[in-house]
């Protein structure tokens, strides 16, 4: 039977039909994100509760979870850049947050959360302790940043460092489209001619 994913992320190990292959359930979003984003269709609102999960197998595999987008209710369809609020708390981007105009990049922030759970085995919104004070700007974001870059250290697998430093980017000029995040996790060893540390850029002005 389908689970979202923040079922499958609490569950014990003996509950699941399947093991989570973390990098596997990282790659499925990003590549469905940059299937929308090719397309012009925004997200807005991805987070754990909203990735479906199911066991698939055919074809002689193994069998594997298939990961799909559901609550299409926030979706834009545009090549233009958008306002208004939209997403969930922790797992909005800091433009949103300061009512700026946004684009695509708004879905990559949110799968950054979501993949610092993942790599890291530490949810910043439950291990915060200020977790009922939801950011209500890019400059309370740099604050609970703080925390997440301190989980980011905990990532299982340093090489992923790269990957959830560039997708949380608070400016989303810098922050690596779908695309870029995509080519990354294919080769973790490619030229890191944008990888930066995450604090400089949470910290820059305009």
Known sequence: ??????????????????????????KQPLSGSQHYHENCIMHRDIKPDNVMMGVVEGDGKSARWLCKFTDHGAVKVTRQ??????????YCAPEILDRKPYGERVDVWS???????????????????????????????????NLVSKFIKL???????????????????????ARRCQMFMADPSQPRDRIVSILPALSSKE
Not at 1 to 24: F, G, I, N, S, T
Not at 115 to 142: A, C, K, M, W
Request: hydrophobic residues 40%; proline residues 11%; aromatic residues 10%.
């Open 1 to 26: 039977m389908p689970k979202c994913l923040q079922d499958c992320l609490w569950a014990k190990e003996e509950d699941l039909y399947l093991p989570l292959d973390r990098v596997d359930i990282t």
């Open 81 to 90: 850049l958008v306002a208004g609020q939209a997403g969930s708390p922790f």
């Open 111 to 145: 799968l950054g959360v979501l993949s610092v759970v993942l790599f890291t085995g530490h949810d910043p919104i439950r291990d915060n302790p200020y977790v009922d004070i939801y950011p209500q700007s890019s400059s309370e974001v740099r604050g609970w940043m």
């Open 155 to 177: 990532c299982y697998d340093p090489k992923w460092r790269p990957l959830l430093n560039n997708m949380l980017m608070e400016k989303p000029l810098k922050r690596w489209p």
